[in-house]
């Protein structure tokens, strides 16, 4: 829209001419400035033009009332050159857009109209963003004021939950040092927080862990603290995250006592259990097999006795082997290391197994990376056990015609054993639960047996200070394997003496 004011009605037909030439058809031709304002005041142009000398109101005077209502438009005042002097005046003290001396010429005349225009149009986008800057500043300081606030009662809220924890709450350094504890944790040590307050938490709660920002999560378990004051070892689960962008840790300690106290009475309950079940157990199995050697029987009763002592024989293993459980966990079991040739247990415990495989129609094959003369300190019973376990579940767990390897090597004086298969292989989510107690490798079958074997083989490793671990992929196999550190000895004495060692 371009707004024109002129008194000379010859003028103001010239523009309207000039304007239709060019295009324009939003023109607005005023020949009294009084009746300009009074449009202006309802309508916001992006162009006014306006003559110098006119009767009762001047150019300068008509131009001040329109840069009040719109102080962003861009204005041109058309002047005489005996009025240059006034309109350089103007432009100072009004803030003009232009002045254009008459008579005009047109080209320049619609190049300035064009670059006017242009000039309102992008001081009205200015004049908008910077009412958006102003709008959004605004609602930063309400949002900030308010976040303030929000942040006070989060803090009073976090203040009450740390405080009222029934866990003990501290706050770790990056060197492990304690920053800050809460009432909780100052009942369990039996110090005050001043007194607790730059002590490593290491030596408090009796731990070995190292603190390093890499780590976002550290879980601790079998730590306990001592109370200052009644000297009691309190055993605790600590469990620390790092918070974010500060290399510190916050812990949450929890007293498991009753957790303790009561896995110790369910443990003592089943070992009492199952070795009142082990003397009757015997006696059945002795009985059966005296009656299966005896004479006398059909065909018929053979069956059945036989298949009672086979139920017999598989319920006094797990009982067995629940004894065996509780002797691991209790600290009761205690290993009998002798010095003997390591490759002669593997064989022997290859020998045991290979009618299985053979019945299977399974390739069991058998790789020693060792002669004879190695031999190994260790307890020659219990890692009878480990082997034979972990062969008699490739052989039970692979198919028919299906392929077995048993490795055993010594590298720099470390025994490796391994048994590998082509079976179907064990999910990816069930192998963490794998030597845990009463797993069986799959949540999504149940087989037969007792979930326990595994389970005592890593005790019995971990006991000779060796690791287990598995590597298994779907549909195409596993590799269960143990490592014995420093184990191995190549010459050993003939008559090489028993040594005792307590597990626990």
């Known amino acids: 829209m371009i707004v024109v004011v002129d008194d000379d009605k010859i003028v103001t037909s010239a523009f309207s001419t000039l304007f239709k030439v060019e295009g324009y058809e939003n023109v607005h031709l005023f020949n009294d ?14 162009l006014i033009i306006s003559d110098f000398l006119m009767p009762d109101m001047n150019g300068l005077e008509f131009l001040t009332q329109a840069k009040t209502l719109h102080p962003e438009v861009s204005m041109i005042l058309l002047t005489g050159y005996a009025d240059k002097e006034n309109a350089i005046r103007a432009i100072n003290e009004i803030g003009l857009y232009k002045y254009i001396e008459k008579p005009w010429d047109n080209t320049d005349l619609m190049m300035n109209i064009r670059n006017g225009i242009e000039r309102s149009r992008l001081m009205s986008d200015l004049r908008s963003k910077i009412m958006q800057l102003e709008s959004a500043h605004q609602r930063l300081g309400e949002y900030s004021q308010n976040l303030e606030q929000l942040v006070e009662q989060r803090s009073a809220q976090l203040s009450g939950i740390v405080n009222f924890s029934a866990d003990g709450i501290v706050t770790i350094d990056e060197s492990g040092m304690i920053e800050s504890v809460n009432p909780a944790f100052e009942h369990l040590t039996g110090l005050s927080c001043e007194t607790l307050v730059g002590k490593s938490f290491q030596n408090v709660a009796n731990s070995p862990v190292e603190f390093d920002s890499d780590r976002q999560e550290v879980l601790l378990r079998d730590c306990y603290v001592v109370n200052a ?3 009691a070892q309190i055993p605790v689960e600590v469990h620390f995250a790092l918070i974010a962008n500060s290399g510190k840790y916050v812990g949450v300690i929890r007293n498991v006592s009753v957790q303790k106290e009561t896995e110790r009475l369910r443990d003592d309950f089943i070992a009492t259990l199952t070795h009142d079940l082990r003397t009757p157990l015997l006696a059945a199995v002795q009985t059966l097999k005296y009656m299966i050697d005896g004479d006398g029987l059909n065909a018929q009763q053979q069956v059945v006795l036989t298949t009672m002592l086979h ?7 797990l009982v067995n082997a629940l004894l065996e459980v509780y002797r691991f966990e209790s600290g009761k079991l205690k290993l009998c290391k002798t010095t003997f040739p390591f490759k002669e247990l593997v064989e022997q415990c290859y020998n045991e197994l290979k009618p299985l495989a053979t019945h299977k129609r399974q390739e069991f094959e058998l790789c020693l990376d060792m002669d004879d003369k190695v031999h190994i300190s260790a307890d020659r019973a219990e890692l009878k056990r480990v082997i034979t ?12 015609g299906g392929h077995i390897c048993v490795l055993a090597k010594v590298q720099n004086g470390d025994l490796i054993f391994s048994v590998s298969d082509n079976g179907n292989g064990i999910p990816k989510e069930d192998i963490p639960n794998l030597f845990m107690r009463f797993s069986q490798g799959t949540a999504r079958k149940r087989s037969t047996g007792t979930g326990l074997g595994l389970y005592l083989s890593r ?6 200070g060796g690791k287990i671990w598995v590597e298994s992929k779907m549909d195409k196999g596993s590799e269960f394997s143990f490592l014995l550190t420093n184990a191995a000895n190549r010459e050993v004495n003939e008559h ?6 307590v597990y626990g």
């Open 33 to 46: 400035p009084h009746e300009a304002v009074g449009f202006l005041r309802e309508n916001t142009p992006d």
């Open 229 to 231: 004051l009644t000297h």
């Open 311 to 317: 139920s017999n024989e598989d319920l006094l293993g």
């Open 389 to 400: 376990n972990l062969c008699g579940n490739a052989v039970n767990y692979t198919n028919d």
């Open 459 to 464: 005790q019995i490793v971990e006991a000779h």
């Open 496 to 501: 090489a003496g028993v040594s005792e060692v």
